[in-house]
């Protein structure tokens, strides 16, 4: 029987969503076809139309499942298939785990039953969350023995333990056979924890959560993928919701979504899949791309040949590759691959952003045109790029820049506003964070902006520097210094005529600062007669009051505060579970305490949502690291490959998550030596650099510094590409620019 699912291959760019979108669209026509010549049936008229098995099967409209690798290509893909069925037809867009979430939330009731659970809603934690309350569990096992055998610090050893559970649940193995698999593929290796002793701690770390309602993603997949699949109850619930199932990039897929796959088409629905042998790039992170190529033996396969239209691939792919893999050949680049090539790593930067500059301002090419690229993305290299850039008024746009809250001013204001409200939290105040609350909370209201392009130019620190405020960084530390009183239960700020020389403070900062002193007086006054509910509306009162206060904060800023509270409610929302499990005996405002103590170690929390602003696509220099652009999906005409020379570029700018080879299902337990490493980082690399050529469609510059931040030469796989360049752009070359295009 001729099979009507459709398995699409094709490199990057090569138009395999849109050939999704149009087998979507074929199969809607086939549907109207079916319709109608049922009813011609009925009539004896004549039928029209050729129309697979799958619409046979169903009386009623079913619904179409929609899976794609990442939540923003999930609603890119989304909203393109609603725009080309004008939304007549019932579609369900997730991504593989945001499915398996919803799955097992709606379907809650059957897992309490089956597994003797308690009846409570369940409530999912966030990573930051789920690694503070493992590490509490833990912590009186993980002694001081244990974390010098394992060579990592506390809390790298619980993300690491706690990752592979993730991984043996992406990879469709029960928690109990996590021992096993690990003592197979570890050996005799003595540098690690045994395997029994970490499997009994993931063990402990599911039951205990579960007895509580509380999921994880690890446990969530688990639970997916071991108990209600196999349900005979949740099969027929499956297959009458979806008869038909659109996956883009399986490349990027778990193992655990091939058995969805392979369920729903053995139940009679049709399939569509796309698959790109150049991608994967999520391998080493759960994603499985061999496992789900064997879903193409079910299908009818489609190869979409011939390089990507308007990229350098087809031009540079194979000289490049072969000049990586065999060092010794001697070939020259084209001239559409030039070089920068430095001494120090700031230099190179300063170098760089120079040359975007120039070239943006000569015309040559526009802002949204370009790309930087860089295997990994340190604070200093992302503040001088951006720094240069936004002086020249050129705006940059980081892509998915996760960096801590508590990096932002304003998540630093609000923690101290609330050290200083709720009282035995003054051991976590001081001056410094009194004087920058003021500055913060101190912003003059600004006059609505008549563009939002003008919104866009600022970066979050340009932005915060730009905004005027009644009490500048000198006054503040003038009035912390004379004013803050310390105190471990109740931190005070007296009146600004505590000051001997207040009068230098001026009219403006005086009244600023007494608004400021007179809204904590009177949430402290509130708070105990018990009329702030809880930390959550105090944070944002302050946001509404002092940050809001009718004006148009930049979007990164909204970003950061709109993280704050959303993390601010996830975290009460599982203290409060806990305590109806397990009420514990401690002072009122130890959860505050530990909130801020989270923040301030630096965690980095999920993003908002919508995790990007909403309107066009911003006119902006995109920064970001090999895994993030290659996530994205993008494509620009001038690609700035940074730190060519790094070794980091075989790793393709994300580490690998300890033990993930052992979960690969076409190698369950074996043994990951040196010589597979070696293999697969050669892989990994010619994989980026068939993506990333992919992706540009004019220009490739390679920006080379002799030496790392550290001080050590770069000798990275990628420097055969910098020395094969035709056109160096070097310090010894300052007035050598490239032609204008």
């Known amino acids: 029987m001729v099979s009507h699912s459709v398995w699409i291959v094709g490199t990057s760019r090569s138009g395999k969503t849109a050939h999704l979108v149009e087998q979507f669209c074929n199969w809607v026509t086939s549907e109207k076809q079916y319709t109608e010549s049922f009813y011609t049936k009925k009539t004896g008229r004549k039928k029209t139309g050729h129309v697979p098995e799958f619409l046979y099967l169903k009386q009623t409209e079913p619904g179409v499942l929609v899976l794609a690798a990442n939540d923003d290509n999930r609603r890119e893909l989304g909203d393109i298939i609603v725009t080309s069925t004008l939304g007549k037809y019932p579609v369900r867009a997730k991504t593989p785990l945001g499915f398996f979430q919803d799955e097992v939330i709606l379907f809650w009731p059957l897992l309490i039953n089956s597994l003797n659970l308690k009846a409570q809603f369940p409530v999912r934690l966030r990573p930051e969350t789920e690694q503070e309350l493992a590490t509490k569990l833990w912590r009186p096992q993980l002694d001081e023995e244990i974390l010098?055998?394992?060579?990592?610090?506390?809390?790298?050893?619980?993300?690491?333990?706690?990752?592979?559970?993730?991984?043996?649940?992406?990879?469709?193995?029960?928690?109990?056979?996590?021992?096993?698999?690990?003592?197979?593929?570890?050996?005799?290796?003595?540098?690690?924890?045994?395997?029994?002793?970490?499997?009994?701690?993931?063990?402990?770390?599911?039951?205990?959560?579960?007895?509580?309602?509380?999921?994880?993603?690890?446990?969530?997949?688990?639970?997916?993928?071991?108990?209600?699949?196999?349900?005979?109850?949740?099969?027929?619930?499956?297959?009458?919701?979806?008869?038909?199932?659109?996956?883009?990039?399986?490349?990027?897929?778990?193992?655990?979504?091939?058995?969805?796959?392979?369920?729903?088409?053995?139940?009679?629905?049709?399939?569509?899949?796309?698959?790109?042998?150049?991608?994967?790039?999520?391998?080493?992170?759960?994603?499985?791309?061999?496992?789900?190529?064997?879903?193409?033996?079910r299908c009818?396969?489609?190869?979409?040949?011939?390089?990507?239209?308007?990229?350098?691939?087809?031009?540079?792919?194979?000289?490049?590759?072969?000049?990586?893999?065999?060092?010794?050949?001697?070939?020259?680049?084209?001239?559409?691959?030039?070089?920068?090539?430095?001494?120090?790593?700031?230099?190179?930067?300063?170098?760089?952003?120079?040359?975007?500059?120039?070239?943006?301002?000569?015309?040559?090419?526009?802002?949204?045109?370009?790309?930087?690229?860089?295997?990994?993305?340190?604070?200093?290299?992302?503040?001088?790029?951006?720094?240069?850039?936004?002086?020249?008024?050129?705006?940059?746009?980081?892509?998915?820049?996760?960096?801590?809250?508590?990096?932002?001013?304003?998540?630093?204001?609000?923690?101290?506003?609330?050290?200083?409200?709720?009282?035995?939290?003054?051991?976590?105040?001081?001056?410094?964070?009194?004087?920058?609350?003021?500055?913060?909370?101190?912003?003059?209201?600004?006059?609505?902006?008549?563009?939002?392009?003008?919104?866009?130019?600022?970066?979050?620190?340009?932005?915060?520097?730009?905004?005027?405020?009644?009490?500048?960084?000198?006054?503040?530390?003038?009035?912390?210094?004379?004013?803050?009183?310390?105190?471990?239960?109740?931190?005070?700020?007296?009146?600004?005529?505590?000051?001997e020389r207040w009068d230098r403070i001026g009219y403006a900062a005086t009244t600023a600062y007494n608004e400021i002193l007179e809204w904590l007086e009177q949430q402290r006054s509130q708070q105990e007669l018990r009329l702030i509910p809880s930390p959550i509306s105090l944070l944002d009162r302050a946001i509404q009051r002092f940050l809001w206060n009718g004006s148009n904060l930049p979007y990164e800023q909204l970003a950061a505060l709109r993280e704050l509270l959303e993390t601010a409610q996830h975290y009460w929302e599982i203290d409060t579970r806990l305590r109806q499990i397990a009420p514990v005996e401690t002072t009122p405002h130890t959860t505050i305490i530990e909130f801020i103590q989270l923040l301030r170690r630096g965690t980095i929390t999920a993003n908002p949502y919508p995790v990007r602003p909403i309107g066009g696509a911003r006119k902006a220099v995109t920064l970001a690291t090999i895994f993030q652009y290659r996530s994205s999906r993008r494509s620009h005409r001038w690609h700035f490959w940074l730190d060519a020379g790094s070794p980091l570029w075989a790793k393709g700018g994300a580490a690998t998550l300890f033990g993930a080879p052992f979960f690969l299902r076409d190698r369950l337990g074996e043994p990951w030596t040196a010589e597979d490493e070696k293999l697969a980082e050669e892989q990994r690399l010619q994989r980026i650099l068939t993506d990333l050529l992919s992706r540009v469609s004019e220009r490739v510059y390679l920006c080379h510094s002799d030496l790392a931040v550290n001080g050590q030469e770069q000798l990275g796989p990628l420097l055969p590409l910098v020395n094969a360049c035709v056109t160096v752009i070097s310090e010894s070359t300052e007035n050598l620019r490239s032609p204008t295009s």
């Open 300 to 499: 009818r396969v489609e190869i979409l040949n011939g390089p990507p239209p308007e990229s350098l691939s087809e031009q540079l792919t194979k000289q490049m590759v072969e000049l990586v893999t065999e060092p010794m050949v001697m070939l020259s680049l084209p001239k559409t691959v030039y070089s920068i090539q430095t001494t120090s790593r700031a230099q190179l930067l300063r170098q760089t952003a120079e040359e975007i500059a120039n070239a943006i301002q000569s015309q040559q090419v526009q802002p949204e045109e370009v790309a930087i690229i860089a295997p990994g993305l340190d604070a200093i290299a992302r503040y001088t790029l951006v720094e240069i850039l936004v002086k020249q008024n050129i705006p940059v746009q980081s892509l998915n820049d996760q960096r801590p809250l508590i990096s932002s001013p304003i998540i630093r204001a609000l923690l101290t506003m609330l050290a200083l409200v709720y009282p035995g939290l003054g051991r976590l105040v001081d001056r410094d964070a009194v004087a920058e609350m003021l500055v913060v909370l101190s912003r003059k209201q600004q006059p609505p902006e008549n563009s939002t392009d003008a919104m866009h130019r600022l970066s979050t620190t340009d932005a915060m520097n730009r905004v005027s405020t009644n009490i500048d960084p000198v006054r503040a530390g003038l009035i912390a210094d004379y004013c803050f009183v310390p105190h471990p239960d109740r931190p005070n700020l007296l009146p600004v005529s505590t000051f």
């Open 148 to 297: 010098r055998l394992a060579g990592v610090n506390e809390s790298r050893l619980v993300r690491r333990i706690l990752d592979l559970l993730q991984l043996a649940a992406y990879s469709g193995i029960p928690c109990e056979d996590i021992a096993q698999i690990l003592a197979k593929g570890l050996g005799e290796n003595t540098t690690t924890l045994e395997p029994e002793f970490l499997a009994s701690l993931l063990l402990d770390w599911r039951n205990w959560c579960l007895e509580r309602g509380l999921l994880t993603y690890g446990i969530i997949t688990e639970l997916y993928s071991q108990h209600l699949l196999s349900d005979r109850n949740y099969q027929q619930h499956l297959t009458k919701r979806y008869q038909a199932v659109l996956a883009d990039d399986v490349d990027d897929y778990p193992s655990v979504a091939r058995l969805l796959f392979d369920l729903l088409l053995d139940r009679g629905a049709v399939g569509a899949f796309s698959y790109n042998p150049d991608g994967a790039v999520r391998l080493g992170l759960g994603a499985d791309p061999n496992y789900l190529e064997g879903l193409a033996e």
